[in-house]
Every structure is written in structure tokens, then in C-alpha cells.
């Protein structure tokens, strides 16, 4: 590979610039623009060349777009990905299709690439991945995970020689918002939903979101980094926080907790697992104090320990914020001739069935406070091999005591296996002791 290192003496003006396809100008896009045009000598003191932007692709040209020149815009991005005279392709445009195609095309043209787009990446990032090593080119992708937050570096480069064991992130910050009003307020779900809505931190289709669809390709790709594997979206467990009532909220805080939605990727000596799913965390856990739309991601290291990444994870200008240090990045590459580290594969691990999972759980079960009904209940526990840490029991007002459902118990378990505390819990809502089904819901960070 040739390296054309740029004449430090020479003037920015003189040096050819490197040119930008950029694809997508819309909440991102648009900030990207905005930094590439209104701070050129700062670029050109990072990359030792001119940056410029060569063309827009977007899907409505005629709409304005603020302080753009219109000559910029296109609604043909394949054409523009496949120019000679691109350098670098940003896509913004988000989704599996038309980006896959339009990257894969930037990608054998020679171009790198810098995208935000964690749903493409969680499906074909293996594709791209490969298409970008063959062709010796950059793919970039840090805002693809919670936002502004250096997270992707740092577990690909910064980390790469020590070996990380868990990754835990609060990686959607539409479900920190819902879930932290719900904590202050002692808003119902759709209470909490609406409000955000109407603030601009949910869509009008929140499916995504508070489903778990966005956070589980974020923990496919930060589990691929972490254990320097492969995994898709579709391999990670998922559940979402729809079914979140204010008792949760409420016996969550009991034992000191507030409920987040955790993505969770673990390494063990038999494979590896990622999950995405509402837990308890305690307050006195650096996730417990995450509040509103903000992100954060814990990893535990062997060696380095404990870190915690913290900030927003959206929005227009922290997102390009990510993007532009992708594109310095890339674009210093570029001027040297060389493309960064290749996305290290390791280790093909098996990946663990969620049965397997072995995990703390808050149960509550509403029984009749009556002799014998205790140790019915433990003896249920005993038979699946769960076993409990405390038991509290509470009395029960209103309805339910009428009809002589009159306690409350809250149970925290030990580690125990998923399966069993399934087993258990169908065992429970079969026993007469018990009404209704128990509410279950997983423990991390205690
Ligand atoms: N928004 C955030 O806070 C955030 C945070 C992290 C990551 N991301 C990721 O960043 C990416 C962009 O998100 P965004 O919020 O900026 O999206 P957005 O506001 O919906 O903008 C999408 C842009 O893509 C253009 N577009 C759509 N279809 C196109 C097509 N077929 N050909 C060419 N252009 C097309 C649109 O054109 P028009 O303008 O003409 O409609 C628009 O400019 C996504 O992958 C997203 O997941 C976003």
C-alpha cells in the first residue's frame, strides 16, 4: 500500500482536499454538514488536508435545508457513492435498504465508510465488515452505539488487550426517559410514553424502543466487540418495558432500586449471551443513577476493572459529535495511505441459550396470609433450586384482600438458572397457596 504523507509546510489551500459523499441529511446529516462547512481549518489541523463535501444524497431534494447549497443535493446516492473522486461515504440515512446496497458499493469502490446505522450493522455489519477488509478500506461506526458516547473505540481498541467479561449498558435513552418518569413521577406507562412523546425523546411508532428492538442490535454489536466475535440482533434476547407497571416501580424501590432497561452481554467459560430486558439495578449502582434521556455503558474488564462510559445518546449535534471523530479518523487514514485495525475476530463462541442464563430475581407473589403458606411457597423454591436471599412479607389493602388475598410476598433470590425460576414460577401459579401469576423480574448490578 502507497503512503502519500501530506507537506506539513505546505499551505491547506494547496493540498488537494479529501472529498465526502455524505448520505442522509436529515437530525444527523444535517449536523454532520454543519461541522464539515463551518469548521474547515480545525479539520484541516486534525487531517493534514482540506476536507470537503462533495455531495448530498437524500430522499426529497426539493425540501430547504438551511445554509446548504442546493447544487449539493441528490436523490441518486448510488451514483454518488460510486464516483471516482469520493474519498469517504458517511450514511446517515438509516434502516437495512437502500443503506446495505449503497455501502457495499461505497465499499468495493475503494471508499471508507462511516456510518450511524446500528440496525444495519446488527443484520449484515459480518457483510460489511469483510467487504471492508478486502478492500482495505475503513468502516467506522461509534455513533452506531448510544450516541456521543465513545464506547466502540474503547471496547475495539482500548480494550482489545485485556479481556472483557460483561458489558452493561443503558443503551436507549427513549426507555431511560419513560422508566425515569415513572421512578419520579409515579406515572403509568403510557402516561410516561405520551410525555415523551410529546417532548421529542419517542416516536409516533415507538415499537423500536420501548420493544427493545434498537437496544438489542446496540447489544449485538457491543457484544461482537467486547468478546471480538460475531453477533446479530436476532441473537439477542429481548424484552421490552410495555408491560412496566407503577408496583413494579414501587417494589423496586422497596429494595432500593429503580428498573432500567439493561443490555446485558456476558462472556462465560461455556459461550457467550446478550440480553436486552427491564431489571432492577440498585440505586447505589453507577447505572441506577442514569437519569432521563441520557446513555451509559458499564464494562467489567479482567484486568482494567470496572468503567463506566456516561452521556447522551442522541440528538442531532452529540451523534455527529461521534461521526465527525469517525470521519477525522478515517480521513487521517486516508492521507496516510493505510486503513485502521480491521474489526478483530478472535473467537467463534457459542451462544448460550437464555435458559442457561444464571441470574438474580425480584418475585412477588400475592398468597393468603395464613399458616403453612410460607413454607408451601419455599418449598416450591427448594424443588426448582432456587434459592431465596430475604423474603419480605406485606399486607395487601383493597380488592384483592377482600377476596382473602392478604399478603404481599417479595422475594429476592440467589443466582439461579432461568429455566428453573421458569419452572418455578409455573409451579407457583399452579399452587392454590398462590394468587394470580407472580411477578418476576431480573436483578443485575447487586
Ligand atoms: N437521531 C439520532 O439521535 C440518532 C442517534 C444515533 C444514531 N442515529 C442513526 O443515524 C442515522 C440517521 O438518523 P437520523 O435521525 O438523522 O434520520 P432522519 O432524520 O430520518 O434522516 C434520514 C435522512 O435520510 C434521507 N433518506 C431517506 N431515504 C433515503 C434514500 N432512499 N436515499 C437517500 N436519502 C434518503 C432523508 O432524506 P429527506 O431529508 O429528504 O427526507 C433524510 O435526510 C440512523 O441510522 C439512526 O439510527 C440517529
Known sequence: MTTTRPDPAAPSSTREPLRVALLGCGVVGSQVARMILTRPDDIVARVGRPVELAGIAVAHVGRPRHGL?????????????????????????GGIDPARTLLLAALEHGHSVVTANKALLAAYGDELNKAAEAHGVDLYYEAAVAGAIPIVRPLRESLVGDQVTRVMGIVNGTTNFILDQMTTTGASFEAALADAQARGFAEADPTADVEGYDAAAKAALLASLAFHTRMRGDQVYREGITGITPDDIEAARDMDC?????????????????RVHPALVPVSHPLGSVSGAFNAVFVEAREAGHLMFLGPGAGGSPTASAVMGDLVTVARNSVRGVAGPPQAVFDEYPILPMDDVRTRFQIRIQVRDEPGVLAAVATIFAHHEVSLQTVQQSAIEGADKADGWSAT?????????????????????????????????????M
Open 409 to 445: 410476598l417479595k422475594i429476592l433470590t440467589h443466582e439461579a438458572r432461568e429455566s428453573d425460576v421458569e419452572a418455578c414460577v409455573a409451579e407457583l401459579t399452579q399452587s392454590k397457596a398462590v394468587n394470580a401469576a407472580p411477578r418476576v423480574i431480573r436483578v443485575e448490578g
Open 258 to 274: 429503580v428498573i432500567k432497561l439493561l443490555a446485558v452481554c456476558q462472556a462465560g467459560k461455556d459461550g457467550i449471551v446478550a
Open 69 to 93: 447549497d442546493s447544487r449539493l443535493f441528490t436523490d441518486d446516492p448510488m451514483a454518488l457513492v460510486t464516483r471516482d473522486d469520493i474519498d469517504i461515504v458517511i450514511e446517515l440515512i
